[in-house]
């Protein structure tokens, strides 16, 4: 990946609607070669998909929950089971692998707070192999980028 194909990902972190006319014109490229650089990209995994970010608020989502969760056991079976149960759940929007004293570190979604504890009681709770649960509750978002920095 050379300077010109960062400043087309770039642009298109940005604003994922730009058309391949537009973007060229944005990166200093002819549109030909700016879609084949585009078109490797996809093809080699540097681009993998495109998507519309929706306001989860608007969506009727508002509450961000942070679970950290701990296993009983961290055998290859039970870890599987886990992360196989968390996959199927719609309302995970982020499962992360940690180290330190938890596990894993989920971002949920919900309605509102009974809509989160039926999350937990119908869903989360039912995955065996949990050790424990902890739960925190976003009342705020600082940040959030869409644009990986440059290196």
Same mark, same amino acid.
């Given at each position: 990946?050379?300077?010109?194909?960062?400043?087309?990902?770039?642009?298109?972190?940005?604003?994922?609607?730009?058309?391949?006319?537009?973007?060229?014109?944005?990166?200093?490229?002819?549109?030909?070669?700016?879609?084949?650089?585009?078109?490797?990209?996809?093809?080699?995994?540097?681009?993998?998909?495109?998507?519309? *970010?929706?306001?989860?608020? $608007?969506?009727?989502?508002?509450?961000?929950? /942070?679970? =950290?969760?701990? %296993?009983? +056991?961290?055998?290859?079976?039970?870890?599987?089971?886990?992360?196989?149960?968390?996959?199927?759940?719609?309302?995970?929007?982020?499962?992360?692998?940690?180290?330190?004293?938890?596990?894993?570190? *989920?971002?949920?979604?919900? $309605?509102?707070?009974?809509?989160?504890?039926? /999350?937990? =009681?119908?869903? %989360?709770? +039912?995955?065996?192999?949990?050790?424990?649960?902890?739960?925190?509750?976003?009342?705020?978002?600082?940040?959030?980028?869409?644009?990986?920095?440059?290196?």
């Amino acid at each position: 990946m050379d300077s010109k194909d960062r400043q087309i990902l770039k642009e298109l972190q940005a604003d994922g609607r730009l058309s391949n006319q537009d973007l060229s014109e944005r990166v200093n490229l002819s549109p030909s070669p700016c879609l084949r650089r585009l078109r490797l990209l996809e093809e080699v995994g540097v681009i993998t998909g495109y998507t519309a *970010l929706v306001d989860q608020k $608007a969506w009727g989502l508002p509450v961000t929950v /942070f679970i =950290r969760i701990k %296993l009983e +056991r961290h055998s290859d079976d039970a870890v599987q089971a886990f992360e196989g149960a968390i996959i199927d759940m719609p309302n995970v929007m982020d499962c992360w692998l940690m180290t330190g004293r938890s596990d894993y570190l *989920l971002r949920v979604i919900a $309605a509102d707070l009974d809509d989160y504890e039926q /999350f937990v =009681r119908r869903e %989360l709770q +039912r995955v065996p192999g949990i050790a424990s649960i902890d739960t925190s509750f976003a009342y705020g978002q600082v940040k959030h980028a869409q644009v990986l920095p440059d290196t």
